[in-house]
């Protein structure tokens, strides 16, 4: 209905009623009672109701229409709950109903039966004749119509009553369209918290099967779904319910790139659950050739709207992301892993393979000084202690993970320390353990040893100008922490607070700290403690 087909109402209602303008007033109030509120299913319900009392219809209904001139959606009054019961499933668009959708404008008729296009009614349903009815248009769209029948106090609807359907059908295009506004807004806001959400998780350490899990859970919940995955292959990355084998679902969904993809599925497959028929596909961004998305599975074919597509593309970018991020982050933790391994070999070969070498060189002089066997015998029995210990913290060091978030046990405290102090030291320092350090030493004394090797380790690679650092961590009766190394000494003017540090930490543990230290010979700092003191 035209500006001007809704004045020529008004004026006519007025011209009906004279000085007693009462249509008008109960139609004024019914266009504003209408406008009311912002729900759609409540607009929808509120219109018919309205549209009933004031144009004293004993039953009215509003159909939505759906795709290819059907109806999707059905809202009625008159009709109590144990007439309904016995009626069979509500009108889905043929007969005098589908006039409507097929023909947009007002319909009166006199006797229902009589018309062309009347098909009858279902079983039990209440008997109608007179008949009115009318298109609801909402931005030029066709968005249902309005059927009113059995107009009571008269023998039937007459044109009055068509201007007034007409006002009315107006009214309630305009309450749609701004029901359907409101839930286009509060579909947008929601799907961009569930974005805002997801997205800086991965940022704040969450997993990512944490968050592509929250990514499942959020979709299911704002899309009524039956399930959703997130799907990479033949590998099912996350999902709500249980999980399922998803190995043939790229294979029977096929190829999508980019964009939203609904497609029905008929067969048996293990992913297709609770009914589901209809299954939408939301491509993930990823490696060329690899299938990855979002899968969304329904058991009616399901209508996106625009709000909806948008928010499942930045439901998927924040997915990718996430991916991507994790994958970095995997990236970052392997150069770590190389990077120390790297160190490690340095390692062995400066420290480990030199010591071998002038082991054997020591031994190979025996002969030539036989009053020397005995002596050379023992110091060769002592670099070879050493260098087994030097192996062994080797091999500790290529089973574990520098840095890493789980359970750190106190051999890797110790080499994360040393490994960040001399990251760009010209002298990497060798550590050296004995003793069942990571079972029998507390975690209390954890503190008190970190603070040892970085006083201990700080001063010797600034000051000491050293070839040589070391680092010996004993665990048997007592806890030895030692640094050593062959540099020029400390030095008479240096602040010596960080040493009475030390020395007062192991007072408190009940041990002893001391430092030995000559010009040309290097330093030694040992802490002890006792193991049994809690």
């Not at 709000?307 to 990236?331: F, M, P, T, W």
């Not at 680092?471 to 010596?496: F, H, K, N, Q, W």
Request: aromatic share 4%; glycine share 8%; net charge negative.
């Amino acid at each position: 209905m035209s500006l001007r087909e809704v004045k020529a109402a008004v004026d006519a209602l007025a011209a009906k009623d004279g000085d007693d303008p009462t249509a008008l007033r109960d139609v004024l109030e019914a266009v504003l009672l209408v406008g009311q509120g912002l729900e759609l299913d409540q607009a929808l319900q509120r219109i018919v109701d309205v549209a009933a009392g004031v144009l004293d219809a004993r039953y009215c209904a509003l159909g939505v229409r759906g795709p290819e001139l059907s109806l999707q959606a059905f809202v009625y009054t008159g009709i109590g709950p144990e007439v309904r019961a016995t009626m069979g499933r509500l009108p889905v668009g043929r007969g005098v109903l589908g006039e409507l959708l097929h023909h947009p404008e007002v319909l009166r008729i006199e006797r229902l039966s009589d018309h062309p296009s009347s098909v009858g009614f279902p079983p039990n349903h209440p008997p109608m004749d007179t008949f009115l009815g009318a298109p609801i248009i909402v931005r030029g769209e066709l968005f249902g119509s309005i059927y009113l029948t059995e107009k009571q106090g008269a023998p039937q609807f007459t044109e009055l009553d068509e201007k007034i359907v007409g006002v009315l059908a107006v009214a309630a295009g305009i309450a749609v369209d701004n029901a359907r506004s409101f839930e286009s807004a509060q579909t947008r806001l929601r799907w961009m918290q569930a974005v805002a959400d997801r997205g800086s998780e991965s940022m704040r350490g969450i997993s990512l099967a944490d968050t592509l899990a929250a990514v499942c859970d959020d979709v299911a919940s704002l899309t009524r779904a039956s399930d959703v995955y997130v799907v990479t292959g033949t590998e099912l990355n996350a999902h709500t319910g249980d999980r399922v084998d998803v190995a043939d679902l790229a294979e029977t969904l096929g190829s999508r790139h980019n964009q939203l993809a609904v497609a029905r599925v008929d067969g048996e497959h293990a992913w297709l659950r609770n009914g589901a028929r209809w299954v939408t596909i939301r491509p993930i961004q990823g490696p060329p050739g690899q299938f990855r998305a979002i899968v969304v599975t329904h058991p009616d074919r399901r209508p996106w709207t625009a709000e909806e597509e948008a928010g499942l593309a930045g439901v998927a970018r924040v997915a990718s992301l996430s991916i991507a991020y994790a994958d970095q982050q995997e990236l970052a933790r392997d150069l770590e892993v190389l990077e120390d391994r790297h160190r490690i070999a340095r390692d062995l070969h400066d420290l480990v393979i030199q010591r071998l070498f002038a082991i054997g060189m020591s031994m190979q002089t025996m002969k030539a000084r036989p009053d020397e066997v005995d002596r050379r015998m023992e110091q060769a029995i002592t670099d070879l202690d050493a260098t087994i210990a030097q192996i062994r913290t080797s091999i500790f060091d290529l089973h574990s993970v520098p840095g890493h978030a789980g359970e750190r046990t106190l051999r890797r405290r110790v080499l994360d320390v040393v490994a960040e102090l001399a990251a760009h030291a010209p002298v990497t320092p060798s550590v050296a353990f004995s003793g069942p350090v990571d079972t029998i030493v507390p975690d209390r004394l954890s503190p008190h040893i970190e603070a040892v090797l970085r006083e201990g380790l700080s001063n010797a690679l600034r000051h000491a100008d050293a070839d040589r650092i070391g680092v010996r961590i004993v665990a048997s009766d007592d806890l030895l922490v030692e640094v050593s190394d062959d540099g020029v000494g400390i030095p008479a003017d240096i602040r010596r607070s960080g040493l009475r540090n030390l020395a007062r930490r192991a007072a408190e543990c009940g041990g002893t700290f001391t430092e030995r230290s000559a010009e040309g010979s290097g330093t030694v700092l040992t802490w002890s403690v006792p193991l049994d003191v809690p």
